[in-house]
């Protein structure tokens, strides 16, 4: 994308990644570069109302392509109101979650298929892809535990482990696929050895991005 760069941070659920995410602005924000943080979905007042609607349980079943589009119509309001016309500003966008999230989840975890999303994501994105992902890999009963301590589960949160194994996957098929695209993390290692291994993998690319 033009002007600033596009960072994105996935993972499944209790990976860390609000802990992080502050990490890597400071990180980012030490070298002199405006950031704007959001998160998907949500990043805009319309886009949060539907993150709402995905993310409250219901007794109604969420028909999992309504849920896909649900989360592609966030994903275009947040696109085209927040995070292009920053890039286009010179800023930086740091996200916590963008499309590898929608082909983790909906894709592997809910099992659609995996070209439609690739359809979709290139009528909402028209080509344009975050410069880097930070991928942080946990185990999955790990993070589900550190999850269900902090808060009541969310409608995702509250899905069965085997759902997330089929997410965790589907990152990492991502992840294998692209592998220039990533900078995978082993976030089940202590926060400063997680945090070591983020600023050892971050900080060349940052150099490289400013040296330009
Ligand atoms: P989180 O921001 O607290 O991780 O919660 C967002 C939830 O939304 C998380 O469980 C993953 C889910 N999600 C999808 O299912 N598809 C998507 O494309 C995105 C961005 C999030």
């Known amino acids: 994308m033009s002007g600033g760069k596009f960072i994105t ?3 499944t659920e209790g990976v860390g990644k609000s802990t992080n995410i502050a990490f890597i602005q400071k990180l ?3 070298r002199g570069v405006e950031l704007v943080i959001s998160r998907e979905p949500g990043g805009t007042p319309l886009a949060e109302e539907l993150r709402e609607i995905l993310l409250n349980k219901r007794d109604e079943l969420f028909d999992p392509t309504a849920e896909l589009l649900t989360v592609f119509a966030a994903r275009a309001q947040h696109l085209n109101s927040v995070i292009l016309p920053a890039l286009a500003q ?4 740091l996200c916590d979650r963008f499309t590898d999230a929608t082909f983790a989840y909906q894709g592997a975890g809910r099992g659609l298929s995996l070209d439609v999303i690739a359809g979709l994501e290139s009528i909402v ?5 975050p410069d880097m992902t930070i991928f942080l890999d946990i185990d999955v009963r790990t993070g589900l535990e550190r999850a269900s301590a902090r808060a009541e589960l969310d409608r995702f949160e509250s899905e069965k482990i085997e759902f997330f194994e ?10 294998n696929s692209r592998p220039e695209k990533f900078l995978v993390v082993d976030a ?4 400063e050895e ?4 983020i600023l050892t993998k971050f900080e060349p690319l940052l150099d490289r991005w400013l040296a330009r």
Do not use: F, H
């Open 9 to 11: 941070v996935e993972g």
């Open 28 to 30: 980012i924000e030490s």
């Open 90 to 93: 010179g800023k930086w966008v």
């Open 125 to 129: 994105q028209q080509g344009r892809q």
């Open 166 to 175: 089929r997410v965790r996957a589907g990152y990492k098929s991502r992840v």
């Open 188 to 191: 089940g290692k202590p926060l």
């Open 194 to 197: 997680v945090q070591s291994s």
